[in-house]
């Protein structure tokens, strides 16, 4: 298609995940013009404006709140849309990143919105403590994980956002709201999509803090997922498969195996086929794995396992595009061989997929609402009019499945279908009238895909 019929389309289907394809992906800037314009981690999206304020004190945020007609909060950045883009004002909590209270009693720690999970898992390892879960980044901040349910594997862990236990936010007034699991509206202002005001302070559930020991297998024939799928995906508390689509394998599959402190734990040479790495991997086997979690079968504390990559490292392939489409468990092979008749078209322009599974939750606007999941993520390589007309046809494929779209990747599934898939997605609305009359919150990305709003 020519410039100008790509441009139209993708700023339509994907809901305003580009400002402007073509602006968001020109070169970067020498050093001295950063300040011109904000990207995001990826570098695939320019933010629409660098009016950007870093407010060190909840007060601070309420005065912005109550000054601005448009504000969003930015987060780690790391989203791949534009859903926390705003053409007014953004706001960082660069400096809202405190550990406020740990109670050891009730096994809860109360976090500023702003700490990223890298930085708070330490200390909680230091005192004993453990999250159920981690994503496979931990660069990324707590409130901006839980306001899009980014998640994390295991049969039965549920996402980040499910170890909530109660959660504040400022209104658009500028008042702070709290809620706990007691209040009917906690489940809905949990991924909360940024659209109900800054979250400010959040206490999550802990436990007891564990060992983790984790292996990786590399290729396990994919004909063994068709009567296995479940008792391979449950056969540690997580796993995830890394595939190319270029053959009929896994090429890799990455076990999570948590052990009793002192345990030896004991790993099969040979899993479903597939044989036991000998070496460190990388989920992108051309790349460099120091920068991954380790392997080997080492046992070591649950933070330093659970991500596949290590904090003090840049994360995942750098210039990259993600999306990722859930599903439900048990149609989870089924939906895998339906991406696998698109391998032709889909190989050349990727690092990477991978495969995981996600526990079902009450969580209003979680993609695991409800539904025990498979999550097919796919990391594409940075070019963006081929990927961007691939998506449709992937998400054509998975159609029947009744895919949902992580929230802060690229999609391009239409408010009509989106919409039916959300069961309480009204009484979501309902919620955002009640904080945010006006509409403060609401950028492009949530008109769009909350309220079907056309431009």
């Avoid at 987060?75 to 740990?102: P, Q, T």
């Amino acid at each position: 298609m020519n410039k100008r019929t790509f441009v139209k389309n993708t700023t339509v289907l994907i809901g305003a995940a580009f400002v402007s394809p073509w602006i968001s992906c020109s070169p970067k800037k020498p050093e001295s013009m950063q300040a011109d314009y904000l990207l995001n981690w990826a570098e695939n999206f320019r933010f629409s404006t660098n009016n950007v304020h870093y407010p060190k004190s909840i007060a601070e945020v309420q005065e912005l709140v109550k000054k601005s007609s448009s504000l969003r909060v930015l987060g780690s950045r790391h989203s791949f849309n534009s859903i926390a883009d705003s053409d007014e004002m953004l706001v960082s909590f660069d400096h809202l990143n405190k550990i406020i209270s740990l109670d050891k009693e009730k096994m809860e720690v109360t976090v500023e919105g702003g700490i990223k999970y890298g930085e708070l898992c330490t200390f909680l390892h230091e005192n004993g403590f453990a999250l159920h879960n981690l994503a496979s980044l931990p660069h990324i901040s707590v409130a901006g994980t839980i306001a899009t349910a980014t998640h994390g594997s295991g049969l039965e862990n549920g996402n980040l956002s499910t170890g909530v236990a109660a959660l504040e936010f400022v209104n658009a007034k500028g008042q702070i709201v709290s809620l706990g699991k007691e209040d009917e509206e906690f489940y809905g202002a949990v991924v909360g999509l940024g659209a109900l005001g800054p979250v400010t302070q959040v206490t999550l559930e802990l436990q007891p803090a564990f060992e983790v020991a984790q292996v990786v297998y590399l290729d396990m024939p994919m004909e063994a997922l068709k009567d296995n799928f479940r008792e391979i995906m449950g056969s540690a508390y997580s796993v995830s498969l890394f595939l190319d689509w270029a053959s009929d394998k896994v090429n890799e599959v990455w076990i999570k195996k948590r052990v009793t402190t002192g345990e030896e734990p004991e790993f099969p040479e040979e899993f479903f086929g597939a044989k036991k790495a000998s070496i460190k991997m990388h989920p992108v086997p051309s790349m460099d794995a120091e920068s991954c979690s380790e392997q080997l079968g080492t046992p070591g504390p649950w933070y330093d396992r659970l991500p596949h990559f290590k904090m003090e490292f840049q994360p995942s392939a750098g210039k990259e595009l993600q999306s990722e489409f859930f599903v439900s468990l048990e149609k989870g092979y089924e939906a895998i061989m339906a991406v696998k008749e698109m391998s032709e078209q889909i190989h050349p322009h990727l690092f990477i997929s991978e495969i995981r599974t996600i526990k079902a939750d009450d969580l209003w606007m979680s993609t695991a609402y409800q539904r025990d999941s498979v999550a097919i993520h796919t990391t594409w390589k940075q070019e963006i009019p081929e990927v961007m007309a691939l998506l449709p046809q992937m998400e054509s494929k998975l159609e029947k499945f009744n895919p949902r779209p992580h929230w802060a990747k690229l999609f391009t599934i239409p408010y009509s279908t989106l919409s039916s898939r959300y069961p309480k997605l009204e009484a979501f609305k309902t919620l955002l009238a009640k904080h945010d009359p006006d509409g403060k919150f609401r950028n492009e990305f949530v008109k769009r895909n909350v309220f079907g709003e056309e431009r």
